[in-house]
């Protein structure tokens, strides 16, 4: 197995990093930390600041004979920064409330069970290549964490508009979540079943939930 992954407080000390996405001076970040409720003594910081740095996860600087100051290890994290901007992007595309909230309740509900799908899908691939490459689970945990604030926002019109209209249109959109469990429960179950009963069965034989909610 790889190298053991980083403990809770070098994740904390690193969200500062990615937060503030600055140089910081080693005692600018003692007193951060302090701020946030992070107490830690010195001693304790320049271990975990070792950690850190051993991952290659933050670049150390030494600015004349005193002072060392660090910032997050941008060039590592290139592709965490790629989608994070990819992420942005769609999310001044994406982030018209009131165009999403304007579909029918119905449609609003296909959109965030597939939004939904797809951030289960995000977060398996993310776990698989965990497996692959150990090394890189804190990037991917936070990866994770910002997409996942992204597909809850599109959750959140969701109920927004289902409590405007108080039940009226929550019985509706809790109809079509009914619905579509039964879609996805009788298509897994008869998955199940079908390769039980024939030893070869082409994948493509039976639609899936998506494909019959799109009818
Ligand atoms: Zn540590």
């Known amino acids: 197995m790889d190298k053991p992954l980083l403990d809770e407080q070098c994740k ?3 969200s500062v990093f990615l937060v503030s ?23 304790t910081l320049i271990s975990h600041l070792n950690h850190l740095h051993k991952n290659k996860l933050i670049v150390r600087k030494k600015e004349g004979k005193q002072n060392v100051s660090y910032t997050a290890n941008w060039a590592k994290l290139e592709a965490f920064k790629q989608s994070m901007e990819t992420k942005r992007f769609i999310e001044r595309q994406l982030e018209d409330e009131k165009r999403f909230k304007s579909f029918p309740i119905n449609e609003q ?24 490459d150990p090394s890189k689970n804190f990037e991917h945990s936070i990866q994770f964490l910002l997409t996942d604030r992204f597909f ?16 009226e249109k929550a019985s509706e959109a809790l109809s079509m979540i009914d619905h ?5 429960t009788d298509d897994l179950f008869d998955r ?23 009818k």
Do not use: A
């Open 12 to 14: 904390k000390i690193f």
């Open 21 to 43: 996405q600055k140089t910081l001076r080693f005692n600018v970040l003692h007193r951060t930390l302090n701020e946030i409720g992070l107490k830690m003594t010195k001693p």
């Open 109 to 132: 509900v296909i959109y965030v069970t597939n939004l939904f799908s797809l951030r289960n899908l995000y977060k398996l691939k993310l776990e698989v290549q965990d497996v692959i």
């Open 152 to 167: 809850e926002i599109f959750k959140r019109w969701l109920l927004e508009s289902c409590y405007m209209s108080k039940t």
């Open 180 to 184: 579509n469990i039964t879609l996805f």
């Open 192 to 214: 199940v079943s079908q390769k039980q009963d024939r030893s070869t069965v082409s994948p493509s034989s039976t639609n899936s939930p998506q494909e019959e909610m799109r």
